[in-house]
């Protein structure tokens, strides 16, 4: 039957909203896709499988462990940046990892069996190593931000802040940055770690442990408040200079006494207080093509002691001779809240120089001598022989000669340390070859060394170790790896471990 006029009417302008939607929806595809082409995204990952064993003295297996480790990383970068054209940009950075060890056994886990129960220990730990968004290019390319996990390289260590930072840049001249957030720090239920924090106190979860199971293993619940900056000298050509520090607030429970009370309770302490607290300055200098020097020095607030400090000459003598000289000093620290405070800590002091020369564009030498020593920290320290020591210096030495093509690499090193601390040598020779246009490396690892300790003789130990590897990278796939080890020493007798490896990288 024939459609009215109305109902005619109706389909064409239902048609014709219909047509106006998909155009709409089209013209903010078009939209989208245009913005997106502005961004660049990378994906890279990583597999690792190991499987070792370790084999007592009598030749059976008593260490047996398979571990597979995946990395996970993507970034997002904004083309239409700042860098390109003076306009605000933002970035997206993220990385995971996690580490599946599936060797553990289940007495390991068990709180109730104290001959073999590990705290803290897990199966598959999952780790965001960082996961931030950053921006700049604000207010006249003068203002940033990064926002999220983040990790800090800088004068004070190694780092990782959950919080924000805003860094302003006037003119070129100097960079001022500012943080706020929390320490990343292990048992917090924020897929965190506890290799940044302060060493020196044993935190994490106590879930199925009584009070009086491992009182050391302290239950990590409260945030850590943690806050700095850094203020950067841009304005000078050549000259490095800058100044950072960092505060960090310690909120969790943390027990004052290892013994029970009288009614059988352990004394503990839960006010906010003082974790680390660190000052650092460095200053560097590049003369030219000639030569460059660096010194840093660091300052423990909450210890009142200056824990490091250090300086470093790299100059070139001639068109093929460079001369390195290094000199530091590091005292141990620890959190406030660690027992390691109360005991006595002495620093280290290693004065190194090189002298790397270039035989040939292909051939490389290298020397390296130096000393290292402190003062022991109880006077009754004594030798095998019943000398009492009062100081420590070893003599560093060693050799090193690199010969490349641009097929191969040959390498032969040997590092020699002798002493009152002890001797320890340790030579190995190592050859790569690329074949089939480089997509398949074929290496090999040979390695003897020699420890001798004055103190403990049961330690002294000769280790022989060898590696045979293969790379396998074809063009736009993924990369193989495989590694074979065998070592063979006095005190593990023998160790075999296997890794196997892949990694992805897209586009």
Not at 162 to 171: E, H, I, Q, S
Not at 280 to 308: C, L, P, T
Request: glycine share 10%; net charge neutral.
């Amino acid at each position: 039957m024939p459609l009215s006029p109305l109902r005619t009417r109706v389909a064409g302008s239902t048609r014709l909203v219909r047509s106006r939607v998909r155009l709409a929806a089209l013209g903010l595809l078009l939209s989208w896709v245009s913005q997106g082409r502005a961004y660049e995204a990378n994906v890279d990952g990583q597999s690792v499988l190991q499987l070792y064993t370790v084999q007592g003295l009598y030749g059976a297996p008593s260490v047996s462990r398979q571990r597979l480790t995946h990395t996970l990383g993507l970034d997002v970068v904004d083309l239409a940046g700042s860098a390109w054209n003076n306009e605000p940009w933002v970035n997206v950075r993220i990385r995971m990892r996690m580490d599946g060890d599936y060797g553990i056994s289940p007495a390991e886990q068990d709180p109730s069996n104290s001959d073999y129960f590990v705290p803290g220990l897990k199966t598959s730990p999952v780790d965001v190593m960082y996961a931030y968004i950053e921006g700049g290019g604000w207010l006249r390319d003068t203002v940033g931000f990064r926002l999220g996990r983040q990790l800090f390289f800088d004068e004070l260590g190694w780092w990782s802040l959950d919080g924000a930072k805003l860094t302003f840049m006037p003119g070129r001249l100097f960079e001022l940055s500012g943080y706020l957030g929390f320490e990343q720090r292990g048992g917090l239920p924020l897929l965190s770690t506890g290799r940044y924090e302060a060493g020196g106190v044993f935190r994490g979860n106590r879930e199925g442990l009584g009070a009086t199971q491992w009182p050391s293993y302290l239950q990590s619940t409260s945030l850590a408040p943690a806050a700095g900056g850094s203020l950067v000298l841009t304005a000078i050509a050549h000259l490095r200079a800058r100044i950072d520090y960092r505060r960090v607030w310690q909120r969790d429970q943390v027990i004052t006494s290892p013994f029970l009370d009288a009614n059988g309770q352990l004394a503990t302490v839960s006010m906010t207080r003082v974790s680390t607290e660190r000052a650092g300055a460095s200053v560097g200098y590049d003369f030219g093509q000639v030569a460059s020097s660096d010194g840093a020095m660091v300052y423990d607030v909450y210890r009142d002691k200056i824990i490091e400090h250090r300086a470093a000459v790299q100059a070139h003598l001639a068109e093929h001779l460079q001369l390195f000289l290094n000199y530091q000093y590091r005292l141990p620290t620890f959190d406030a809240d660690s027992i390691f405070n109360w005991f006595g800590a002495v620093g280290s002091t290693v004065v190194r120089s090189r002298l790397g020369i270039e035989l040939r564009r292909d051939w490389t030498l290298g020397a390296t001598a130096g000393v290292r020593w402190y003062r022991a920290p109880f006077t009754s320290t004594t030798t095998d022989a019943g000398n009492t020591r009062y100081a420590e210096r070893d003599w560093l030495g060693g050799v090193d000669s690199t010969w490349h093509t641009q097929k191969m690499v040959f390498r032969i090193a040997d590092t020699t340390e002798a002493g009152d601390a002890g001797d320890r040598w340790v030579g190995d020779a190592y050859l790569s070859y690329k074949l089939v246009g480089g997509a398949l490396t074929p290496s090999a690892l040979v390695s003897m060394a020699r420890w001798r300790d004055h103190l403990r003789s049961d330690f002294n130990s000769t280790v022989f170790s060898y590696v045979l590897g293969c790379r396998f990278a074809p063009v736009r796939a993924p990369i193989f790896g495989l590694d074979w080890e065998h070592s063979v020493s006095d005190v593990m007798t023998q160790r075999f471990r296997l890794v196997a490896s892949v990694d992805v990288r897209w586009p």
